[in-house]
């Protein structure tokens, strides 16, 4: 599938040949079944396919606009909405909507929300009122994101990593996640929290800071923070993200994420 989809993304007269649409459609459906993801971590490093971010851009112009009448509820687009919750044992409340090619696990609630194409949803996660998953992003087990997130989605350019949220994430209202960054295990940020790949993301619990970028480390607390930065027009603040402290080791997670949270007076 990977030659057939490689090709035709060079070349999109290739499209009209049955062997790489029936290779581009059984992407999507692995995508959509879960036995295969755009991004996967192997030896403590999240993976980029690339080939299969291809097929997902291939996969639009050989779709047709439609119109499908759900109850009283009318769409016109080019996808197919996902189906099958039950047998998937997914939770939907109404008027949540995933497409097909978008992966959620067993124990998955999706509050009114959405989910978009290539994204992977792992187990037992929820994904609450008006929060959204883009395109190939990539989240955890047990996550919870909370109302109003915005996790950002990506196809182009095709070498671009996705977003990762990994296992047992918490997520707080209206923060929103773009351009690749990856929040490791366990972490916690607050409400309004801002990441981007050039968001500095500065850890003030020791005697001295220490920044990141691109990433938040496994179990810390993260609320939104500012900097001041000269500009030619005086000095002025610029939004930044602080690391107060760590979520505390512990087998139930759920205290852990109660006990950080009333610790360092986290909103979410």
């Known amino acids: 599938m990977q030659s057939l989809i490689e090709s035709a993304f060079e070349n999109r007269a290739l499209l009209q040949q049955p062997e790489t649409r029936q290779a581009v459609e059984a992407v999507i459906q692995q ?46 687009d080019k996808m197919r909405l996902k189906t099958g ?48 998953v883009g395109s190939c992003a990539q989240i955890g087990a047990q996550v919870h994101l909370s109302g109003g997130v915005g996790i950002g ?20 209202s209206r923060s929103i996640v773009v351009e690749g960054v990856v929040v490791e295990t366990e972490a916690v940020l607050g409400a309004n929290v801002v990441l981007t790949q050039s968001t500095r ?17 496994a179990r810390s607390v993260v609320i939104p923070g500012s900097y001041e930065k000269e500009f030619p027009a005086g000095s002025y603040g610029v939004s930044c993200a602080l690391i107060i402290g760590q979520r505390k080791e512990s087998t139930n997670l759920k205290t852990s994420l109660n006990e950080a949270l009333r610790e360092f007076n986290v909103p979410v």
């Open 31 to 76: 995508l959509d079944e879960g036995t295969l993801r755009v991004a996967e971590k192997t030896e403590g490093r999240w993976i980029t396919r690339e080939w299969i971010k291809k097929a997902v851009i291939l996969y639009f112009p050989m779709r047709q606009m439609e119109t499908m009448e759900l109850g009283i509820f009318e769409y016109h």
């Open 85 to 132: 919750y039950a047998a998937q044992g997914v939770r939907v409340v109404p008027p949540a909507v995933a497409r097909y090619g978008a992966y959620l696990a067993d124990g998955v609630i999706l509050m009114p929300s959405y989910v978009n194409i290539g994204a992977y949803v792992g187990r037992r996660t929820m994904v609450d009122t008006w929060a959204t």
């Open 153 to 172: 989605g990506v196809l182009e350019p095709v070498q671009a990593s996705p977003v990762i949220i990994e296992d047992g994430c918490f997520i707080g």
């Open 201 to 217: 993301i500065i850890d003030v619990s020791g005697p001295e800071p220490k920044e990141y970028r691109g990433r938040v480390p």
